[in-house]
């Protein structure tokens, strides 16, 4: 395998919220997205999920309170943790998860995504 240039993997597509799986380790893809506006409020009944923002600001609402993330910040959400990605401004992440995980959870509607490699 090469190395990932995470900002030409980045570069190589404009859709918000449509992850691309960078890599693979074991049974969870390293996957990058970009952010704006409103994602589906959705949770992963049988999977944490890693945010790690590379740019921009990323907000993610939970019933607890939110946490919001800049560039080099990360956060893992819980299984089972009902959330809502948000940016305004636009962001730009990384995300492991099991490879399996569609990225809408347990809400199915029209941000789900199929999955993708670059």
């Excluded at 790690?52 to 946490?67: A, K, P, Q, Y």
């Excluded at 789900?112 to 670059?118: E, G, N, Q, Y």
């Amino acid at each position: 395998m090469e190395p990932v240039q995470l900002h030409e993997a980045l570069a190589s597509f404009s859709e918000p919220w449509s992850p691309r799986t960078i890599a693979t380790v074991n049974d969870y893809d390293v996957r990058v997205f970009k952010a704006q506006g409103e994602f589906t409020r959705h949770s992963h009944p049988d999977t944490d999920e890693l945010f790690l923002v590379l740019e921009g600001s990323l907000t993610i609402r939970m019933e607890d309170g939110d946490v919001t993330l800049g560039p080099g910040q990360l956060y893992v959400v819980p299984r089972g943790t009902v959330h809502q990605p948000f940016s305004e401004q636009g962001a730009s992440a990384l995300l492991l998860e099991l490879s399996a995980t569609v990225n809408t959870g347990d809400s199915p509607g029209a941000l789900t995504a199929v999955r993708r490699s670059l």
